[in-house]
């Protein structure tokens, strides 16, 4: 399978929805719904609403049914970075290269831009897919995704993460960080997939539980590129978690420590994805991508 | 009508549902939970909530049912407070007579507390009411919710506030601001009530329009106050407006024509509110109370 070329077109397709649902820039208020364009088409992968389509295909179900809802997916990330990117939270003034959101516009309009795309995403979440087969599916949808979402989850990680910054080293506390920080809204969109596809309960779980690991991976991957990362390759600064005392698997466990946790979480997502998809499919080659982004 | 001690009633039946639907102050992560139990507790009037339960009743409904789904409104309603008032928007220290949630906790969990209580409504009226017969009606009152409050909505109106604030009279503009900073959420929450009751399009369109008359009401009301209220019957400082600036009905178009339109809006609502629910209901008892707020 050539991935980059899969990868690239899912992209194709994520990105065309998001510019079908996102309001036009020059419709009132223009200001922000630029705000909101610049960040979401801000160069990101799209790893969410690509997951999402992955596993409703290997669900059973037709990934060009769910391309809007998953790229909700896309706008309630969007709405996360531009928040923790705020001076009160993590104080980025760059993002993939580019002058973040409240640099570029202003600190309110970034505020303001990040509340109308979460707000957008449960709009796009109750409209689609459209149609009555898939009432009770885009409920479950919304319910997934909010929660995930939330005080609970990926809003909960950010709190803990804020709170553990400087703080002693402290294994279970950075655990949860990544499950609920960056694990939730990833396993959400494995789930939300599967649910708009119609799958049976187990494979539902299954999928989720998938999508909890890879969250996981994805989340060591990102700690250890922060340590061994380029500003070239990484679109921002490295060592800033470490110089911000950020809570990371190698500051936690050390490098090696790290690397060999993700070589054991690559190697049960490929079998994991084996008894889900079969061999060789392409949620196996995404975890293998996602897990070896730091070589 | 006892019109007092029902609204004391219906807010004691919407206050115990906030209590059920957010997460205990003990639950993980604590100050985030702290945080958002602070701002939604703060004493608020319950207005949009109760709106729902009444226009539920009105259009043949069982308000009990639907009480989850209406509190879900003031989580928004609190949303959005807590990011007006922070200091890159309105910078406010006090609301309702306490500290706001970023002076009382920090800039950080203000942003976050909002995010939460935002994302959290949408779980709850993915949920509630529960059960088969409502899930086409959850998914309607998500899409009209996310609409109300989002870039097109509330949050367009606050980002025109803001644009607007020290720039010359624009009657046009004024309206626009208000339809959709307070209109939109203030309508949505009739027509949520209306939708969950399974009104026919007639009466919920008559809902409808009654909802966006009194979100103008509301607004106009709450811009006399600014100018003839006092601290102690506002609960925060009076004239804060007109000096920030800000587009107001009396700065556009003097005191008593704003109570002009006022009067005329009163009259429109109470018989419009006649004609949905027979006469001396208590929809018409509602209007009549927000428009005569400032006597």
């Not at 599967?194 to 779980?205: K, Q, T």
Request: proline residues 3%; charged residues 25%; negative net charge.
């Amino acid at each position: 399978m050539d991935l980059s070329a899969l990868l690239a077109a899912e992209r194709a397709s994520v990105d065309a929805a998001l510019d079908r649902l996102l309001p036009r820039a020059d419709i009132w208020p223009v200001r922000l719904h630029e705000a909101m364009r610049y960040a979401v088409f801000g160069g990101g992968k799209r790893l969410r609403p690509i997951l999402a389509r992955l596993a409703c295909r290997a669900a059973g179900g037709n990934a060009e049914q769910i391309t809007e809802a998953a790229a909700a997916l896309e706008l309630i990330h969007t709405y996360s970075l531009i928040h923790d990117d705020l001076p009160a939270l993590d104080d980025d003034s760059l993002r993939r290269g580019r002058a973040t959101v409240h640099v570029a516009f202003d600190e309110a309009l970034a505020i303001l831009a990040g509340d109308a795309l979460l707000t957008e995403a449960f709009a796009v979440l109750a409209r689609f897919p459209a149609g009555d087969t898939f009432a009770s599916r885009r409920i479950e949808a919304c319910s997934i995704v909010a929660v995930a979402a939330g005080s609970r989850g990926m809003v909960g990680g950010q709190v803990e993460d804020l709170e553990a910054t400087g703080t002693a080293v402290d294994p279970a506390r950075l655990e949860r960080i990544h499950r609920a920080k960056t694990g939730a809204l990833l396993a959400a969109s494995v789930e939300l997939g599967a649910v708009l596809a119609g799958a049976s309960p187990a494979r539902r779980e299954a999928l989720a539980a998938f999508g909890r690991d890879l969250g996981l991976a994805f989340q060591i991957s990102d700690d250890i590129l922060d340590v061994t990362g380029t500003a070239a390759t990484l679109g921002k600064s490295p060592g800033k978690d470490a110089a911000a005392g950020k809570l990371t698997y190698p500051a936690v466990w050390g490098l090696d420590a790290a690397r060999e946790t993700l070589d054991h979480l690559r190697a049960r997502l490929i079998a994991d994805a084996a008894a889900i998809e079969g061999p060789e499919g392409t949620l196996a080659a995404v975890a293998e991508y996602i897990s070896r982004r730091d070589r």
